[in-house]
């Protein structure tokens, strides 16, 4: 097990009586704004221009700059504006930017892939395992979500006990945080992704509910058994691990899934699953992405309106309003 950090890691919080410049306030950067500010930390928020954003950092007490301003006097910049705009935003206050400011980020895409390259800062990142409300949810609850730190520039000598001042000002110490590299952690967040997490899952559940259907079964059956007691069993999962959810469904479920399972990720699967992993780890998935951004994602929305336009996103719509009504309140 890789070496897990926590509060009792940290000598000093290297951030307090530091600038801080949070550019982006989504879903991560309200979340870090609140938790460093809550935190004792001095935070200013920086957007680009005036809209949503700014209006809700307004309405959480912040008095928010243009991003330029925002990092004029900042002793760390904390990049957590969506992945493909920060290229971007980089080439716009790049010059604004202190020469001994820290530069963060929660993703090492850009660092990674070469699009962003900071020589003479501090680089290094702090990436949160989970979405921002819930970074924000468990610190108001006394917790942390868990985080990945990594380096990429030291030029102080102190980069990763930096890292470790900001995650343990979000709450995360007191889950914990393992080291990893901008490389590791970029690529084995896009095989996920890509893999399961958003490209496997997504197919096998259009591809279940698609075959029910065509096998002559109500679609609201076929929505119900292949697409909404997914969550039912990721919840398992995410609490005992799939030992622990394979030893919570019937023994039917277990031994159908098992045998099953492995008939359709064969060989063959698995072989075209490496393939796309090293399709990522050559970086060539990254260009594609990159040119397919520069393009206006046409490709991309055009994916996006078949599923919005599919049956078992109309079906999903009408039985999703049935569950949530029967929720507790």
């Not at 949160?128 to 868990?146: C, I, L, N, W």
């Not at 990429?152 to 590299?181: C, F, H, M, P, Q």
């Not at 119900?224 to 959810?245: H, P, R, T």
């Not at 990522?280 to 994602?297: D, M």
Request: charged share 30%.
């Amino acid at each position: 097990m890789e070496k897990v950090y926590t509060e009792n890691d940290l000598k000093e919080n290297l951030m307090r009586n530091k600038k801080i410049a949070v550019l982006g306030y989504g879903s991560q950067g309200r979340a870090w704004a609140l938790n460093m500010r809550d935190s004792g930390l001095n935070v200013t928020v920086g957007l680009e221009r005036q809209g949503k954003s700014w209006e809700k950092a307004v309405a959480d007490g912040f008095k928010p700059l243009k991003s330029r301003d925002a990092v004029r006097d900042a002793d760390a910049v904390i990049f957590l504006v969506p992945d493909m705009a920060q290229r971007e935003l980089y080439k716009n206050i790049m010059n604004d930017i202190k020469d001994d400011a820290d530069i963060v980020f929660a993703h090492g895409f850009n660092v990674h892939y070469g699009l962003i390259n900071p020589k003479n800062h501090d680089v290094y990142m702090v990436a949160p395992k989970a979405p921002g409300p819930s970074v924000r949810e468990f610190y108001e609850r006394g917790g942390g979500v868990p985080v990945l730190i990594a380096v990429a520039n030291d030029v102080s000598g102190r980069s990763k006990e930096k890292a470790l001042s900001i995650a343990y000002s979000l709450g995360a110490l007191r889950a914990g945080a393992i080291e990893t590299t901008f490389k590791e952690e970029t690529e084995t967040d896009l095989i996920g992704e890509q893999l399961d997490l958003v490209g496997g899952i997504t197919e096998l559940l259009r591809s279940t509910f698609n075959i029910m259907v065509e096998m002559g079964y109500k679609p609201e059956m076929a929505y119900f058994e292949a697409i909404n007691e997914m969550k039912l069993i990721v919840d398992q999962v995410f609490e005992k691990g799939i030992s622990g959810m394979l030893r919570a469904v019937s023994d039917t479920a277990k031994y159908g899934g098992l045998t099953t399972g492995k008939y359709i990720i064969n060989d063959d699967v698995r072989k075209r699953m490496r393939e796309r992993a090293e399709y990522i780890v050559s970086g060539k998935f990254a260009e594609e992405w990159i040119e397919e951004y520069g393009e206006g994602s046409k490709n991309l929305e055009s994916m996006m309106l078949d599923i919005d336009n599919s049956l078992e996103e109309q079906v999903g719509k009408q039985l999703r309003e049935i569950v949530l009504r029967g929720r507790p309140k």
